[in-house]
Structures are given as structure tokens and as C-alpha cells.
Nanobody, 123 residues
Framework: QVQLVESGGGLVQAGGSLRLSCAAS????????LGWFRQAPGKERELVAT????????NYADSVKGRFTISRDNAKNTLYLQMNGLKPEDTAVYYC????????????????WGQGTQVTVSS
């Protein structure tokens, strides 16, 4: 079992920055890839960025490349998402997920999800 708790969301003006955190707990975390996903009202949940627990290999959605940075602190069992240059279209609920590396880009209901944190970017 893996538990994930997100924090750090909020309201920010366009061009601003936020840093999301995801505290992970559970057994054998090193087996999992980690990722951030988001869902805007009326839209499907989409990948934002992923990273391996034991590797530094990252993957980003084209829409956030150059603006967002995913990272993790293994000693603190925490995943981060630094978001710079925020745009109104980044407004969404952001979720942290853990899944086997083979499907971290498309986790499903059998994988682990946090409860989500709201990010709202005003124009």
C-alpha cells in the first residue's frame, strides 16, 4: 500500500509560481514511478510530468515543458512540482500518482492516487 498526500495548491496570478508537494508513505516506494496529473473542469485527466523513484528520467507534457519541473527527495519521501510562468489554462485539480514504471504515464484505478490539490490561475 502507498499513501499520497498533496499540498501547495492555491490561487495565483498569471505569470506567477507555485510549488506542489506530495508526501508518500508505504512499503517499497522504490518500485514505483511517480507523476503529476491534472484535471480541469469538463476535461479528461491528463499527464503533467513523471519521474522514476530510483532514476532521474523525467517526462513532461508539451504544454508545460520549460515552465514546470518535477523532482523528488528520496530522504523525505516527497515528490515536488515547481510551476513557473503559470497560465490560466493551467487551472485544474492536480493529482499525485504512483504506479509501476511500465505504466506511470497512464496510471489506472489499480494504482495509487492522492486526493488532489486545486490550482487556480487568474488572468
Amino acid at each position: 500500500q502507498v499513501q499520497l498526500v498533496e499540498s501547495g495548491g492555491g490561487l495565483v496570478q498569471a505569470g506567477g509560481s507555485l510549488r506542489l508537494s506530495c508526501a508518500a508513505s508505504g512499503r517499497m516506494l522504490w518500485l514505483y514511478g511517480l507523476g503529476w496529473f491534472r484535471q480541469a473542469p469538463g476535461k479528461e485527466r491528463e499527464l503533467v510530468a513523471t519521474i522514476g523513484w530510483r532514476t532521474s528520467i523525467t517526462n513532461y507534457a508539451d504544454s508545460v515543458k520549460g515552465r514546470f519541473t518535477i523532482s523528488r527527495d528520496n530522504a523525505k519521501n516527497t515528490l515536488y512540482l515547481q510551476m513557473n510562468g503559470l497560465k490560466p489554462e493551467d487551472t485544474a485539480v492536480y493529482y499525485c500518482a504512483a504506479a509501476p514504471m511500465s505504466r506511470i504515464n497512464a496510471p489506472n484505478g489499480d494504482d495509487y492516487w492522492g486526493q488532489g490539490t486545486q490550482v487556480t490561475v487568474s488572468s
